[in-house]
């Protein structure tokens, strides 16, 4: 049995409100056990014996379509993944202490160079990125109101989809459910 988190694209955001109850009762009628919802963004933790990751992800979105009437996008992560991502430092120290906002946007898929290139292109000198694997760093010098920046933009730029979170919630997340040692 192994644990992963999934976060969830477009849940408590917009408009539409969806219970963590739903969101968990639909996990495990898909078999998952453990299932925990962190926060009420679209973060659920759980166990399967299951291990490809992209076929859970596609039964999670068939699943949540039916349930919610909407797409919800899916990017699952093991709790080992979530570990590294947790304490990878893409920016020096002194610029993430600084920054006004340090997120990563989970994709399905590593960006292409192509997608590198246009991102990279978007840097200003309120908006900074690094890629690593299936991530997408973004530290964000001064209020995220001020910055042209969004996921909107962003999936536009690597043409896919992503969903955002904090560091801050990533590491709580990390510290909460995973366990480096094992």
Known sequence: MSRYIAFLRAINVGGRTISMDILRHSFESLSFTHVESFIASGNIIFESRKIDKRCMEKEIEEQLRSILGYEVATFIRSDAELAEI????PFPQPLIE????FN????SEIVDEKSER???LLKTDIDDFQ???REIYWLCRRKQSES???NAILEKTIGGQSTLRGINTIRKIADKYTHPSE
């Open 131 to 133: 890629i690593h694997k």
């Open 98 to 101: 600084a920054a006004a906002a």
């Open 104 to 107: 990563v946007a989970f994709t």
């Open 148 to 150: 042209k920046f969004s």
């Open 86 to 89: 947790a304490s990878y430092s």
């Open 118 to 120: 246009k991102l990279m």
